[in-house]
């Protein structure tokens, strides 16, 4: 099938779902839900399914055994390859959706409409499986490698979504970028504790254990190791607790660190020298530390047949793309995603799109950017370039054939 068809098919099952898709994007938006919290976002999007039942949609709410969690899916005949989307939708604490996940939920499920319409219109002979993936918690907690560990992707032939960024400081009006893997980092995420003993601060100090001073140490351990690791290695933290009162020596404290690097083989050595950092400044001061680590997400694993069929398509409907914007001038680097968990497993595809905003991710100003009309059509021009290559994987085996190749390669 001609891609210039499956464009037309693409762009008409947007144009039909529109008013549907810019509901459900301002319902997230304006309701944002932490990690695991995502009720609202979960119930109103298998609502709009509902809806739509009679077109063959399945709808599975809390799948995969997390409350938040769904699988919407469509089949066609038995066998034949699956793509999936993924739809995150958790927000950030005190600031929404500054990171714009509602954008993100958008355009999945509008490429998960557009995919499945195209493909029953343009190959209704043809088995195959589209599925819409609802992960909750990317912010904290690792939604997708709970999926990962149910099987969720078992099956999956490839999957896709798009985040939004900052428009370009040198390209304003550049649209969007492929996927590029030295965008998001491993990263190990850690909560230490450092028990000492407590004593009154004034009267007679020398009786406690310090646990604030091995805080101290461990921030200025960490610092000095900054100088002396990669550019692209990133490693910082937050004082979760630091004693509760003046007059009493602080028993116990507890931070929190990332750690990141650019691939899970160079972040587990970066990893062990953090922890030295916390090892030596719990012996400087006589305290004892535990560790709490949260689920690792790995870097991302680009697939080059996804990303170059994605800029090609994008390209041929009019908005400007290019492969890799890690490179480019104000360009964001440096974050980390559990797409990069997935990105192991099959082949991935996570691109990165630009909205006007006034501020960078994880601010308040990004919030309102990620609310605008503007940013909610430009997550519709995304979803179309997803639709179109994800129509490609299902109906043309030899492009399916280069994608698990690329994949086969590199994991």
Known sequence: MKESEIIENVRSALAKHEARLSEINQKIWSNPELSFEEHNAHDNICALFDALAADGYTVKRSAYGINTAFEISYTNGQGGRTI??????DSLPGMGHACGHNLIATSSIASFLAATETMRALYPNTPYTTRLLG???????????????????????????????????GSPNLLSASSDSAQYLANNKVEVTFTGKPAHASAAPWE????????????VNISMLRQQILPTQKIHGVVLRGGERPNVIPASTTVEYYI?????????????RVVKCFEAAATATGC?????????????????PICEGY????????????YDAAGQEGGLSGG??????VSYEVPGFHGSFYIHTDGVNHTPQFTAGAGSEESFQRSLYCAAGMAVVGCRVLGDDEFAAAVKADFDSKV
């Open 208 to 219: 406690g254990v310090n646990a604030l001073d091995a805080v101290v140490a461990a921030y």
């Open 288 to 304: 004892t530390v535990e560790y709490k680590w949260e689920p690792s997400y790995m870097d991302m694993v680009d697939n080059r």
């Open 311 to 322: 800029m090609i398509a994008m390209n041929e409907m009019g908005y400007s793309t290019i």
């Open 135 to 169: 992960t909750p918690a990317e912010e904290g907690g690792g939604g997708k490698l709970l999926l990962i560990d149910a099987g969720a992707y078992k099956d999956v032939h490839a999957c896709f979504m798009v985040h939004p960024f900052p428009a370009l400081t």
């Open 84 to 89: 999936a989307f993924n739809a995150e939708y």
């Open 336 to 341: 980390s995603t559990d797409m990069g968990n």
């Open 260 to 272: 990141r690097a650019e691939t899970v083989k160079s972040l587990t050595p970066l990893t062990e």
